[in-house]
């Protein structure tokens, strides 16, 4: 039997910008319909975790809730995410919601300890570290972490933090240093990781950000994967979503109409700088593109107007008749005879 990771779902999901109603809806749709393929591929008694972040949002409509509950009553472990949490006393966040209803719910959340969660499944031990509400807490979580390795099958570690993030952090996000790292590398077979959109690793691949399940918007565009660790311990990815479809063309390609209606795009881009007289050109092409794409989620028309050149006049000054002459018949033999002449009556 494999063990399947992988996290970042989203569900209920809605994106205002570069969108149209319909499409809006169907990236949330895809969305849903994208963790219930993963929980469902992994349900032939293969157990799968969700890293975090099952909701966009801390608090979602039924209907959304509905699906999550779906979702996670297929996991063995769903953590909970920054999305998920409110972060604060007395607010009852979905994902709090789903673990409350149920007695043996997979929602982890210990969000104001430094407490983690262990279980034991035949592929490996696995060690859970929900979001914290602080970076000290989450610092405090993974400095009481002892050595992990068994003898009989991997340890894994999963997270849900930025890694390695040179950037102030806001306050609602954690992060785990390369320092940290190398020491759980340490400690742990693998270390895996929600929260970062876009899969990366280090450590040779010891350390792993397992990446979303499918965009969420363009700032999260590449391949997506689940990842599998097999019954040797192997953790490999498997492709979920492939980033071709996505397209960036600049406008002339566009309107050159590179694709036909039956070849899918779910994100578009249009690029580049066009004459202002071609921007509506291009609008219109944009409508059409959405009418012949119904698979499609979003359409970003990031095309510039070019600026209108102004051809640089010299403009003279008002200049009196002789002392126009005298410039234009500088350096020429008539401007010495000139001179004479305007001598004589100045
Ligand atoms: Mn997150």
């Known amino acids: 039997m494999s063990m399947y990771f992988w996290t970042d779902p989203h569900l209920g999901l ?6 149209t109603p319909a499409s809006r809806r169907l990236l949330q749709q895809t969305l849903y319909l994208q963790a219930k393929s993963i929980v469902e591929m992994t349900c032939f008694g293969h157990a799968n975790i969700c890293l975090g972040d099952l909701f966009d949002s801390t608090e979602n409509e039924e209907a959304v809730i509905a699906q999550g509950a779906e979702i996670a009553e297929k996991c063995s472990l769903v953590l909970s995410g920054n999305h998920d949490l409110a972060n604060r006393d007395g607010k009852l966040s979905s994902l709090a919601l789903m673990g409350t209803l149920s007695n043996d719910s997979p929602v982890a959340i210990c969000d104001d300890t430094i407490d983690h969660f262990r279980l034991s499944f035949p592929e490996c031990y696995a060690v859970a570290i929900p979001h914290k509400r602080t970076q000290e807490l989450f610092d405090g979580a993974l400095a009481a972490l002892d050595n992990n390795r068994g003898k009989d099958r991997p340890s894994v570690l999963l997270l849900h933090c930025n890694y390695d993030s040179g950037y102030a952090k806001d306050e ?3 992060n785990l240093t390369r320092e940290q790292a190398g020491r759980l590398v340490e400690l742990f077979d693998y270390v895996l990781l929600g929260h970062e959109h876009i899969a990366r690793s280090d450590f040779d691949g010891r350390l792993q950000i397992l990446g979303n399940i499918r965009p969420t918007s363009f700032s999260d565009i590449s391949d997506k994967y689940v990842w599998v660790l097999d019954n040797k311990g192997i953790l490999t990815p498997e492709l979920v979503w492939n980033s071709e479809l996505h397209k960036a063309w600049d406008w002339e390609t566009f309107l050159s109409g590179p694709i036909g209606a039956e070849d899918p795009v779910e994100f578009l881009e249009i690029t580049g700088t066009a004459p202002a007289a071609r921007l509506p050109d291009i609008a219109r092409e944009v409508q059409k593109f959405w009418a012949a794409h119904p698979e499609t989620l979003m359409v970003r028309n990031i095309v510039k107007a070019e600026a209108i050149a102004l051809e640089q006049i010299t403009v003279n ?30």
């Open 14 to 19: 809605s994106r205002t910008s570069h969108t």
């Open 172 to 174: 609602a996000t954690l």
């Open 317 to 346: 000054k008002a200049l009196d008749v002789p002392t126009r002459i005298t410039e234009e018949l500088q350096g020429t033999p008539l401007a010495a005879i000139w001179q004479h002449y305007l001598g004589q009556i100045q």
